[in-house]
């Protein structure tokens, strides 16, 4: 038994690196942050920047814009960017270490969404399903990325398959009894919310059909339910712990990057256009049109076929695609500028799938060929989908085009940054860089600290820098910022690298 199960992961993770290869995913591990959403990218990736050159102070996370005083925020659970740290302080910086551990959690949450489906599904069908959600467009590009949403996706998917595993009942497979897997969904749960709090819609989920199993009228089955209520009570003590931590970092430091808050429209309109911007240029990023309309179409055909999935499995189903729908509603200004808000709902489409295997398994063995559609159909949607997210990966990375959306040029600040060392400006120096639309950019990319200054900023917040934080030098793209900064103080040029010029404040 041990022997085939160690033969299944191992066949897993060599089709799935290989695919990971094959698709593009691999060549851009080295990347720095760029393409859609590089000031996010910039951000998550400057608390790793900073635990490294910090001293690894876990409950104090750092970024790099306002270092000249304090970059101390209130955030998330940083726990891919503390790990990062950790590798880059073993192996050497390089953000590579960075994305192949995002990629890690991730691969793992995929392996465990492969043995769930394998409860209901052979194995091709299980591992070509699991490729075409891998061919999503957002998790193509965010797969091996910065953002903590692909990190704790790969932890909710773990989850599920956990739960289902120890809770919930199957026709033929015994459920597993180990302490040591009920700790690991336990640690497992708790990381992927307090990662990303926006999981904690499928803890709502779990948790509703633990509840709804007390209700005789809805026959569901939970295996050693006092077990799971512990588990998922216990799932939220660091999500909470951590909660009030960093609600305690932005009183006393910065609220710039406190968890989440709900953006309610001012007005109907608003409302609406946010839908419309959305329903415009994301869903199609989620998986390839017509592919999504087909995808969000098996959700409301499974919740159609009750009679033909298990009690549990409908209702976790119900539950986890009110709660994705709800938190869509309800968050729509956000998602109307933000592809990867998408990313904690993929379970919802998941678990569809997995009604509907099982709705297949009741198909009589006389109507065969409907099985044999089924697949042609899966096999088609992969390589539909395939197509799709790995040229939307190879466009995301290809400067000039529309998808990469790149703030800064990295290449060019890193060259920049070398350059730097050669004059010993580092991060003990307090600099302000612009123009810099992101607050991260610039800064995270040069591996310094201080302030950035942007052009949506008036004369004051340039004059409460130069005079309030005494910066030492400044690094400039525009002409108009050089003589602006001129007029408050004098300058001394450095060094010049393409439309990129270092001057050195001489404060009075």
Not at 23 to 44: K, T, Y
Request: proline content about 4%.
């Amino acid at each position: 038994m041990i022997k085939k199960r160690l033969l299944i992961t191992l066949k897993f993770f060599v089709l799935w690196c290989a695919f990971a290869y094959y698709s593009g995913i691999f060549e851009h591990l080295h990347e720095l942050p760029r393409g859609v959403h590089q000031g996010a990218q910039c951000d998550r990736a400057s608390l790793a920047q900073n635990y490294y050159y910090g001293n690894f102070k876990f409950l104090y996370p750092e970024v790099n814009e306002d270092r000249c005083i304090d970059g101390i925020v209130s955030c998330e659970l940083p726990l891919t960017p503390f790990l990062s740290a950790l590798l880059y302080k073993t192996f050497g910086y390089d953000e590579f270490w960075f994305r192949s551990l995002s990629f890690t959690f991730f691969s793992i949450g995929m392996f465990g969404l492969y043995l769930l489906f394998r409860t209901r599904m052979n194995d091709l069908v299980s591992f070509l399903l699991v490729l075409t959600l891998q061919c999503s467009p957002i998790l193509m590009f965010y797969a091996a990325n910065f953002i903590p949403d692909i990190s704790a996706l790969g932890l909710s998917f773990l989850v599920f398959f956990l739960f289902f595993r120890l809770h919930l009942p199957h026709a033929y497979l015994p459920n597993f009894t180990s302490r040591w897997l009920s700790a690991l969904m336990i640690l497992t749960l708790s990381l992927a919310i307090a990662s990303k709090t926006t999981n904690a819609i499928h803890w709502l989920s779990l948790g509703g059909l633990v509840l709804f199993s007390f209700v005789p009228t809805f026959r569901i089955k939970i295996i050693n339910r006092k077990m799971a209520i512990f588990s998922l009570l216990i799932a939220l003590v660091i999500p909470v712990g951590w909660y009030f931590w960093s609600k305690h970092l932005g009183q006393t430091h910065n609220y710039q990057y406190f968890m989440m808050r709900i953006p309610w429209s001012e007005s109907w309109e608003s409302y609406k256009t946010a839908w419309l911007v959305y329903l415009a240029n994301w869903p199609q990023q989620t998986f390839s049109e017509p592919l999504i309309f087909i995808v969000f179409g098996c959700i409301v055909l499974s919740l159609f076929l009750k009679k033909f999935i298990s009690n549990e499995l409908w209702f976790l189903t119900l539950f986890n695609f009110l709660g994705s729908l709800t938190f869509l509603f309800v968050m729509i200004e956000q998602f109307k500028y933000h592809d990867y808000y998408i990313i904690c709902l993929f379970p919802v489409f998941t678990l569809s799938w997995l009604s509907l295997a099982e709705a297949a398994m009741k198909i009589p063995s006389k109507f065969w060929y409907l099985k044999v559609l089924a697949l042609a159909a899966v096999i088609w949607t992969f390589l539909f989908q395939n197509n799709g997210g790995t040229i939307n990966l190879r466009e995301r990375y290809t400067q000039g085009n529309y998808w990469d959306q790149s703030s800064v040029k990295p290449n060019q600040y890193d060259t920049l940054r070398q350059m730097l060392a050669t004059h010993h400006i580092d991060r003990n120096n307090c600099v302000i860089v612009g123009y810099d639309p992101t607050p991260n950019n610039i800064l995270y990319l040069l591996h310094l600290r201080g302030h950035r200054y942007s052009k949506e900023h008036d004369a004051q917040r340039l004059d409460y820098i130069i005079n309030g934080a005494h910066p030492q030098y400044l690094i400039s793209n525009e002409r108009q910022l050089d003589s602006a900064v001129n007029q408050l103080v004098d300058m001394q040029f450095v060094l010049e690298y393409r439309d990129l010029k270092v001057f050195k404040l001489l404060h009075k």
